[in-house]
């Protein structure tokens, strides 16, 4: 696919603001601190990153999915961690209520998430429950007009720095497995509300994650996100657009991965020669080239179908985000192999590449989930 004037022009500026933005000392920084840095937060909620795929009526750039598919891929090309701060909030935090949401919860949580001011997370996972999504045990018992929230969410990206969250929670004890799982918007500093500690994570430093525990935390009505019973189905349609997401952050990974090991090879010299010389090299960077390059078109083409609303759209997003993420592996394998011994070394980005990538292959649906989507869609 070649990129029309527009979307051209929105990579040109992603790049651009990421390359002078994202400094080595900015990353390394996060990699070794661990935690949250609001100032470059602020500077790309400034730009209007935050809000790229909300609606202008929500205070959004009103961008389609190719247009977020092209931020991912453009950050995470400097930075896999600092692409998470611009998707969360076009992704699963703002995609439920863009899904199920009133008119007067759109217009009250969407401007300011859009706008970087308050940060909305996604809380699905649970300790017993994580491909199996459906296994949720988290309850909210109708009492009047209110629920009362009982459960913990694990593994949730952002926790920490939240305002709000999405949760998912049994409002239906007598229906089995994923049905009468209702969706629910959640002020994190309501009583009852707490976070686990922060995990200590292999990559994507910087981006904290923590579990949210909810002992009897009282919620109004108005904080049920679409039908009573029936939020299921829509955790799962908000995943095919994060799933999107994940594949574009694979494939600007992958990217790094390829920049990083054709700039090595032509350096590092061996035997008198530059080991861009040796085919054992050259081949890997070719290998490297052909992922990279499949990844990207089956995720621009998944995005194009999202927008087209196209009923294969759900589908071609789980093959971008299976093929992408394994490719983003394949690919930081192959950076670090070509360093040799420096490659492990955390001076040398690639260390830091393969740590991160592997994170692409697990969140938002492991790479055996969406093979179980790929297949099911051929063999049911
Ligand atoms: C850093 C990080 C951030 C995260 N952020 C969030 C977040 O913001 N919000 C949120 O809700 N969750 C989040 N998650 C949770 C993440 O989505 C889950 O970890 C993931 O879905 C897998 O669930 P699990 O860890 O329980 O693994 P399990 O489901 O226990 O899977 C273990 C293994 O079994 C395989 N497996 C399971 N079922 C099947 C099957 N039917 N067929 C074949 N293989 C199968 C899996 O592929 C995997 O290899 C995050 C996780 C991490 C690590």
């Not at 430093?205 to 019973?229: A, H, M, Q, W």
């Amino acid at each position: 696919m070649i990129l029309d004037k527009k979307h051209a022009m929105q990579q040109k500026l992603f790049r651009q603001f990421a390359e002078t933005e994202f400094t080595k000392e900015l990353q390394e920084e996060l990699d070794t601190t661990g935690a949250f840095n609001w100032d470059i937060h602020n500077k790309m909620a400034k730009y209007g990153f935050m809000g790229v795929k909300i609606p202008v009526e929500y205070g959004g750039a009103g961008g389609d999915y190719l247009s977020y598919v092209i931020m991912n891929e453009e950050l995470s090309r400097q930075d896999l961690v600092l692409s998470i701060y611009a998707n969360t909030s076009n992704s699963l935090g703002g995609g439920p209520l863009l899904l199920a949401g009133s008119e007067e919860q759109k217009k009250e949580y969407l401007p300011p998430v859009a706008r970087g001011e308050k940060i909305l997370v996604f809380g699905l996972t649970e300790p017993g429950a994580g491909s199996d999504a459906g296994g949720t045990n988290t309850t909210a018992i109708p009492d009047g007009d209110d629920f009362i929230i009982n459960g913990r969410k694990c593994f949730i990206s952002g926790a920490p720095m939240a305002d709000w969250i999405i949760i998912f929670a049994k409002t239906d004890l007598s229906q089995k497995g994923s049905r009468g799982i209702s969706m629910f918007i959640v002020d994190m500093h309501l009583p009852g509300v707490s976070l686990g500690a922060d995990e200590k994570k292999m990559g994507i430093k910087g981006y904290p994650t923590s579990d949210v525990v909810f002992e009897d935390v009282r919620v109004g009505k108005e904080c049920l996100i679409g039908p009573l019973n029936k939020g299921f189905p829509v955790a799962m349609k908000t995943l095919d657009g994060g799933r999107l997401g994940v594949a574009a952050m694979s494939v600007g990974l992958a990217q790094c991965a390829l920049d990083e090991a054709v700039k090595y090879a032509k350096e590092r010299k061996q035997f008198g020669r530059r080991i861009a010389d040796f085919q054992g090299v050259s081949f890997m960077i070719a290998e490297m080239a052909a992922d990279v390059e499949a990844a990207r078109q089956m995720t621009y083409h998944a995005a194009e179908l999202k927008d087209a609303n196209d009923p294969e759209a759900g589908v071609a997003c789980a093959k971008a985000k299976y093929f992408a993420a394994e490719a983003a592996n394949r690919c930081a394998y192959k950076a670090v192999q070509i360093h040799g011994g420096y490659g492990y070394i955390q001076e040398y980005k690639v260390e830091r590449l393969y740590r991160d990538a592997r994170i692409l292959s697990i969140f938002e649906g492991t790479t055996q989930i969406q093979q179980l989507v790929i297949a099911n869609s051929l063999l049911r």
